[in-house]
């Protein structure tokens, strides 16, 4: 990671900011794309680094990208699909993203074979590649390990299978819609997430030609096509970016319009944040957060899948919650290793400590596995600046939301990984008033 920016805290951020498309839905409607004998279009596309890196692995494997990226229109041709020439390029680009794991079901199904690279990503907790390989062994895929990464081939096709997930998870329920939509069969997907960014994926699914049922137990059919065509889609607004600006308004005491957030996906996060003492006003084009004045309020709360609270709205609250008056406890119950960013926030004045039991809720799968996955978090304490190095993506935009509550001018390091899912931050900081500039 690299880049440093120098924060002048204490001022409010006030004005008007836009999210685009969510960062956890474009990067697999992309690869979605892979699947189709035809173009695809996607609008409302923000200009981030993940784009980047899923349009340029695309092309490693002959895949036409056309990036409007004033208007947010992506245009994506498969065309005649081959394996990279340079398979360490391919390595190079995954440095920065977990996502080419997804490549391998529709590149099974259009090629027979698929070459994975060594997985790179945010490291805030375990996201083990071996169920998603399991999943595409079960479906048919043969596994060859090679230098830099793995070799897929499925000589005879991918055929359906039941998949029970024993959570959850994210990835794998993308990973067994990507692999099972042309499968041979149906599949039952059970236990799988059904969060807005995966029916979001399914819809696009749908456009293309699949046949998807998701029913109200967390059981998606998939029946098997022979051919899938292009899709012309509009992507979900980023409810996590709107949260985290939601986020900041409150801890600066300032009043922001984030235009296109939606109210839909982001129910949980208003619950929260109106129970903390935030306010907020919704209109047609998008929702008004601010600080109405007066003592925040502590609470307990925990994340969860959806339509439970959130994890990547986790990091951002609890730096608001150092400006609540009590003791405030949160229970991280979907990666285990996501309280690291509040060393920081301990060294900026905060008063938070992390434990390994199950805190404010139910028991979770890491209350026994001595993860540091609660917080307790004593305010209101006035934040100090500090120097700060980024851990991660949703960690080092909580960073600079600490680094502009602060009084004092704080030095924050490693903000280039924040382009991976935050569009123009920098100029949406500059438009709000933020005392912010990048360092050499």
């Not at 600046?385 to 600490?402: W, Y």
């Amino acid at each position: 990671m690299s880049g440093k920016l120098r924060v002048v805290g204490g001022t409010p951020l006030t004005g008007e900011i836009t999210v685009r498309g969510a960062k956890n839905f474009v990067s697999k409607a992309m690869v979605a794309s892979l699947l189709a004998s035809d173009t695809s279009v996607l609008r409302n596309v923000p200009l981030i680094r993940d784009v980047d890196v899923v349009s340029d692995l695309l092309r490693l494997h002959g895949v036409e990208v056309n990036y409007d990226q004033e208007a947010g229109i992506l245009g994506i041709t498969p065309g005649e699909l081959h394996l990279p020439d340079d398979p360490m390029e391919m390595d190079r680009l995954a440095g920065s993203s977990r996502i080419p794991i997804l490549f391998a079901g529709p590149l099974l199904h259009k090629m027979g074979e698929a070459f994975i690279p060594d997985l790179g990503g945010c490291h805030i907790g375990d996201r083990p590649v071996d169920f998603h390989m399991q999943i595409l062994q079960d479906f048919g895929a043969k596994r060859l390990q090679e230098p830099g990464g793995m070799h897929l081939v499925a000589e005879n096709g991918l055929k359906a299978k039941p998949v029970h997930l024993p959570y959850p998870s994210v990835g794998a329920t993308e990973q067994t819609l990507l692999t099972a939509v042309m499968a041979n069969g149906i599949t039952e997907l059970t236990n799988a997430a059904i969060e807005p960014e995966i029916m979001d994926l399914i819809a696009v699914l749908q456009k293309m030609g699949a046949i998807i049922s998701v029913d109200t137990d967390r059981t998606i059919r998939i029946e098997g096509v022979d051919q899938l065509y292009g899709y012309s889609h509009t992507s979900m607004p980023d409810r996590i970016e709107a949260g985290s600006w939601a986020c900041a308004a409150l801890a600066t005491h300032g009043d922001v319009y984030v235009r296109g957030a939606e109210q839909d996906s982001m129910m949980s996060f208003l619950n929260v944040f109106r129970k903390v003492g935030g306010a907020f006003e919704i209109d047609d084009n998008g929702i008004r957060f601010w600080h109405p004045g007066g003592d925040l309020s502590s609470l307990s709360i925990q994340t969860d899948v959806h339509p439970g609270f959130m994890t990547d709205w986790q990091q951002p609250l609890v730096v608001a919650l150092t400006q609540a008056n009590g003791i405030s406890i949160v229970h991280e119950t979907v990666y285990e290793n996501r309280f690291g960013f509040t060393d920081a926030l301990v060294e900026m004045g905060a008063h938070i400590q992390t434990y390994r039991e199950c805190l404010g809720g139910l028991p979770c799968r890491f209350g026994q596995r001595n993860f540091y996955h609660s917080a307790v978090i004593q305010g209101p304490t006035p934040l100090v600046a500090a120097d700060i190095e980024v851990p991660d993506l949703r960690g080092g935009f909580s960073h600079l939301i600490a680094a502009l509550a602060a009084q004092g001018t704080s030095m924050v390091s490693g903000i280039d990984i924040i382009d991976r899912g935050y569009e123009h931050f920098m100029q949406k900081l500059q438009s709000l008033g933020a005392h912010v500039e990048k360092v050499e």
